[in-house]
T-cell receptor
Framework: DAGITQSPRHKVTETGTPVTLRCHQTENHRYMYWYRQDPGHGLRLIHYSYGVKDTDKGEVSDGYSVSRSKTEDFLLTLESATSSQTSVYFC??????????FGPGTRLTVL | EDQVTQSPEALRLQEGESSSLNCSYTVSGLRGLFWYRQDPGKGPEFLFTLYSAGEEKEKERLKATLTKKESFLHITAPKPEDSATYLCAVQDDYKLSFGAGTTVTVRA
């Protein structure tokens, strides 16, 4: 398996609180991605990074921000969590913008 | 906007009963079509990349094919351990667009 870890693996929080999810890789891949997966929608891209401090928005970026201060870490922050952000979040990495390797996921519940 | 449609949504097979999954797509400039396998509670696992019409890839009981508008994932003589959700994705520049997946259940 590609060296990707996500933390926490499970989190329950309340509406209006900030939440940060972490993705850590040991592969030294340039590209990193955050997706959310919801029933009937498949995987949808939230944000991605093409290098340290270089990030851009995906198709469902509203309410989310990201940061990448080191090659190995990509953080996803929900500034003020809402119930619509209850989902499973996956991080992915890629050496070449093509084939992506996925982490184990974080299940987030916003009450 | 890229669109990826997978069918059927769910497929129930008897062990040894071969079948095919479909992935139809519209994309302005296809740079690659990807198949992933996802087990419950886990992240997607890469299976294949296809780049051009006519290309085929095989892995154990799985075979992926590509035409200009769709891809097929053929499962030959499936076993219960082939039960999973299979995801298709197309690459357009920097991102992948995923279909909703086909959940395959293989009964012994």
């Amino acid at each position: 398996d590609a060296g990707i870890t996500q933390s926490p693996r499970h989190k329950v929080t309340e509406t209006g609180t900030p939440v940060t999810l972490r993705c850590h890789q040991t592969e030294n891949h340039r590209y990193m991605y955050w997706y959310r997966q919801d029933p009937g929608h498949g995987l949808r891209l939230i944000h991605y990074s093409y290098g340290v401090k270089d990030t851009d928005k995906g198709e469902v970026s509203d309410g989310y921000s990201v940061s990448r201060s080191k090659t190995e870490d990509f953080l996803l922050t929900l500034e003020s969590a809402t119930s619509s952000q209850t989902s499973v979040y996956f991080c992915a990495i890629s050496p070449d913008r093509a084939k992506q390797f996925f982490g184990p996921g974080t299940r987030l519940t916003v009450l | 906007e890229d669109q990826v449609t997978q069918s059927p949504e769910a497929l129930r097979l008897q062990e040894g009963e071969s079948s095919s999954l479909n992935c139809s797509y519209t994309v302005s400039g296809l740079r690659g079509l990807f198949w992933y396998r996802q087990d419950p509670g886990k992240g997607p696992e890469f299976l294949f990349t296809l780049y051009s019409a006519g290309e085929e890839k095989e892995k154990e009981r799985l075979k992926a094919t590509l035409t200009k508008k769709e891809s097929f994932l053929h499962i030959t003589a499936p076993k219960p351990e082939d039960s999973a959700t299979y995801l298709c994705a197309v690459q357009d520049d920097y991102k992948l667009s995923f279909g909703a997946g086909t959940t395959v259940t293989v009964r012994a």
